[in-house]
């Protein structure tokens, strides 16, 4: 890993100090509040919001042992965001779809694609900071490691969409899978996501590259 990524995927700021993760847990707690007032689908909304809360425990309880930066942390805020706000409407049903739907008469809802390909775009970095925390991380593997995971996860995701579709029954289907009869949906929400950690991993080697090589400039 070089030192221009350490300096990216840094941070040893107690929590107590720590103010910008402070105003960031804030405008997660009004918008989830505003967002859990009267959902389209009460017992959707339990349903969809089980995962997050996990993972939201999880990073409070673990802080002490392992803080990501705070740059991770905005990225899984404006991930969790953006899937809250579904959760809200259901995914079939936002207003952005209405309006899709409405100005451009398309059939199926399209917001579920844009949240798969920012789960791998939002959560790659975090993912980064995991690994090398973990591992030695080197050349072409700091980037080629973070979006084989967003892949992993991305078809996890899609099996405990399986699951708790068979377990809701027969209606299970279009409430947890949502394929809108396409039958690739699976596939594309996966490559979305794959898709997602290439161009957030493609993004950051760009940037490293060109502040190393500013550096390494002569004056």
Known sequence: MTSTQREWTSNAIPF?????LHLMIIIFILF??????????????YAYNITPTIIILILAFTYKRFRFSNLSYLL????FCLHTYAAHFTYEGTPLDDWLKTTFHTKRSHYDQVVHFAFGFFFAFPFLEILKS??????????????????????FFEILE?????????????????MQGDIFD?????ALGLLGGIVSMGILAWIIWKRDHSAAAPD
């Open 76 to 79: 899984i805020l404006v991930f």
């Open 16 to 20: 107590a100090r720590n103010k910008p």
């Open 32 to 45: 989830f509040g505003l967002m859990a007032i009267s959902p389209t689908d009460r017992l959707l909304w």
């Open 134 to 155: 973990k591992v030695k991380l080197y050349g072409i593997w700091s980037y080629v490691l973070p979006v084989i995971v967003v892949l992993g996860f991305s078809a």
């Open 186 to 190: 699976t596939q594309k929400d996966m």
């Open 162 to 178: 399986m699951l708790a579709a068979l377990v809701a029954g027969p209606s299970g289907e279009a409430k947890f899978v949502g």
